[in-house]
């Protein structure tokens, strides 16, 4: 019996390319065919495989953030690590991820793989997210840099102010930047104490060398006490305490450098630069180094009275005008020299300064009272370095530094501190009153009320114009107790009393990541540094220059980059 004649497999393929093969017929010999009728095979269409686009993603911790490709979208929940869209897309056709919808608080970029032609699975889209963004304004990558000043008074894109620490700063009205002094590099390359005075404009994005010399070690040139002139300079120094008033006039106290004999050692005298005139007046102290405090009568103001000689003091100016001096190292009472917890107030309209608060002597411990409650009888231990701003109220906050805790033991602190001019009380608001302890970073961009920097001297701070407190950097200890430079950004509300780790590493000695200069990034962060140069300017962006630390190759000395660093979603 002859079998039925049988017709070739069909064959189904990928739907967009589906043949439907009918027909396809053979005959055997003797089954009523042409014995010579050849086998015609089945007819195989490969099937088309379509692919995936997806890839990691890290830092997003508040809320969800929308990502798309052409009409396509994904949405990528809070502590996601990856993630895919739900569609594939067909072989050969080209992707180009983008953020769609930021999440609230935070700001998300696609930082590689962002774009291509899928020839396979894409799984290697790298999406960051973060606070804000970092932006290398200016200054090297490299550590060491020699200055470039240009012509003295003219503004230009190649001049910049050599790689330096402990520089003092200000910020006028308009937001612009001035730079003083540091220990660092002149315009030969040599390394010393210097004297230079720097403008920088956001606006032109150019630096303006003004006054001072542009070799190292310079003496100071006083003149006549109380009258301004165009010979007039403070010598060169460093950690000198700084404050800039409302006609714009700019203030300078202290810090280690040279006195008008050209010996150098640790100086009480007062400045005052006037943008203006371009001329500095010698307003009060010495004009040698090495000067001893006259304290007078705790809360009397008398033209006798002076700070002894020191550096690295906390500074603020209050709406009245008012110079604030705390702390320190350097001379008290008797001639010695230690750590200060000293509270000074000097009045440009008497020229008077007042002892308010404080020991006359050295070495003092904390008293700290109880948490949160004011009292007379609180006071901050004699410290250096720590980091100070004055709210919208007139109130003064102090940070950290390396001083004495509750016990009388000497370390790194990261205790805040609030004075009250109106009750000339101070009150222990949070951190610990015990010396070297670890940070508790939390959460990237979470604030909590366990979170706490960990202990540091040499911060920059700033304060905005919602009143919250910003943190960066310092020497100090990590969140595993190591102690070297951070490069963690912190933000302190008062209104919640919380801390919040917004940017940078949670280790030391971190290395720069410095990106494009001009463009902000979440990936770029200034490397480890203590000593810094910080303000803010009239758009609520906080700036950086220098200090000691890591460049982008992780090397470790004096830096001159300058940094801006935008909170993006006014956090």
Same mark, same amino acid.
């Given at each position: ?5 049988? /017709? ?5 393929? !990928?739907?967009?390319?589906? %043949? ?17 009728? +050849?086998?015609?095979?089945? %007819? %195989? ?22 990502? !798309? ?9 809070? @502590? ?78 190649? +001049?910049?102010? =050599? ?31 210097? +004297?230079? @005075? ?38 060169? /120094? ?18 280690? &450098? ?11 005298? @007062? ?25 007078? #009568? ?9 700070? *002894? ?41 008497? &020229? ?16 700290? *009272?109880?948490? =949160? ?12 370095? #720590? ?8 109130? @003064? ?26 009750? =000339? ?5 949070? =951190? ?9 970073? *939390? ?5 909590? #009320? ?58 030391? +000695? ?7 200069? &001009? ?6 962060? $200034?490397?480890? /540094? ?36 935008? $909170?993006?979603?006014?956090?």
């Amino acid at each position: 019996m002859c079998p039925r004649a049988r /017709r070739a497999p069909i064959t189904l393929v !990928a739907a967009m390319h589906a %043949i439907c093969l009918v027909g396809v017929a053979f005959t055997l010999a003797g089954c009523g065919g042409n014995d010579n009728t +050849n086998y015609v095979p089945p %007819i %195989i269409i490969p099937a088309i495989t379509n692919y995936t686009v997806g890839g990691t993603i890290s830092g997003l911790t508040v809320s969800s953030v929308v990502l !798309a490709n052409g009409t396509s979208t994904v949405t990528v929940p809070a @502590l996601a690590s990856a993630w895919v869209f739900p569609n594939s897309f067909t072989p050969g056709s080209s992707y180009a991820v983008t953020v769609q919808t930021q999440p609230t608080g935070e700001l998300c970029e696609v930082t590689s793989g962002g774009s291509g032609t899928d020839t396979g699975a894409v799984g290697n889209v790298t999406v960051v997210c973060g606070y804000g963004q970092w932006t290398w304004e200016a200054g090297l990558t490299t550590v060491n840099a020699s200055g470039a000043y240009g012509t003295q008074g003219t503004a230009s894109a190649s +001049n910049v102010p =050599g790689a330096r620490y402990s520089a003092s700063s200000w910020t006028d009205s308009s937001g612009d930047f001035w730079l003083f002094a540091g220990v660092g590099y002149d315009a030969t390359g040599a390394a010393g104490y210097l +004297n230079d @005075l720097w403008h920088y404009s956001p606006s032109t994005k150019e630096w303006t060398y003004v006054s001072g010399a542009t070799a190292d070690n310079a003496s100071g040139v006083y003149g006549t006490q109380g009258t301004a002139s165009a010979s007039s300079a403070p010598g060169a /120094r460093y950690s000198a305490s700084s404050w800039i008033d409302t006609s714009g006039n700019l203030w300078l106290f202290g810090g280690v &450098g040279y006195d008008s004999t050209g010996a150098a050692g640790y100086l009480n005298d @007062l400045w005052r630069y006037s943008p203006s005139t371009k001329e500095w007046t010698w307003i009060s102290g010495g004009n040698v180094d090495n000067g001893s405090a006259v304290y007078g #009568a705790r809360g009397t103001a008398s033209a006798s009275n002076v700070p *002894g000689a020191r550096y690295s003091a906390s500074s603020w100016i209050d709406s009245s005008g008012n110079l604030w001096l705390f702390g320190g190292i350097g001379y008290h009472s008797t001639g010695g020299v230690g750590n200060l917890n000293d509270l000074w107030r000097y009045s440009p309209s008497t &020229g008077r300064w007042t002892w308010i608060s404080g020991a006359d002597g050295d070495d003092a411990a904390g008293v700290y *009272g109880t948490q =949160g409650t004011a009292s007379a009888s609180n006071v901050p231990g004699a410290r250096y370095s #720590a980091s100070s701003w004055i709210d919208s109220s007139g109130n @003064l906050w102090l940070f950290g530094g390396y001083g004495y805790d509750s016990i009388g033991a000497v370390g790194r602190l990261n205790d805040l501190w609030h004075y009250s001019p109106s009750t =000339g009380q101070w009150t222990w608001i949070g =951190g610990e009153d015990l010396v070297n302890i670890v940070g508790v970073y *939390g959460t990237l961009g979470t604030a909590a #009320a366990g979170n706490l920097p960990g202990p540091r001297q040499g911060a920059s701070s700033w304060i905005d114009s919602s009143g919250n407190l910003w943190l960066y950097g310092g020497v100090g200890n990590d969140s595993n107790g190591s102690v070297g430079n951070l490069n963690d950004l912190w933000q302190y509300s008062p209104s919640t009393s919380e801390w919040n780790w917004v940017s940078g590493g949670n280790g030391d +000695n971190a290395t720069g990541v410095y990106g494009t200069r &001009g463009t902000g990034s979440v990936e770029n962060v $200034p490397g480890g /540094r203590n000593s810094i140069s910080s303000w803010i300017d009239s758009s609520g962006n906080l700036w950086l220059f220098g200090g000691s630390g890591y460049d982008s190759n992780g090397a470790l000395g004096y830096l001159n980059d300058l940094w801006q660093y935008n $909170p993006s979603t006014g956090s």
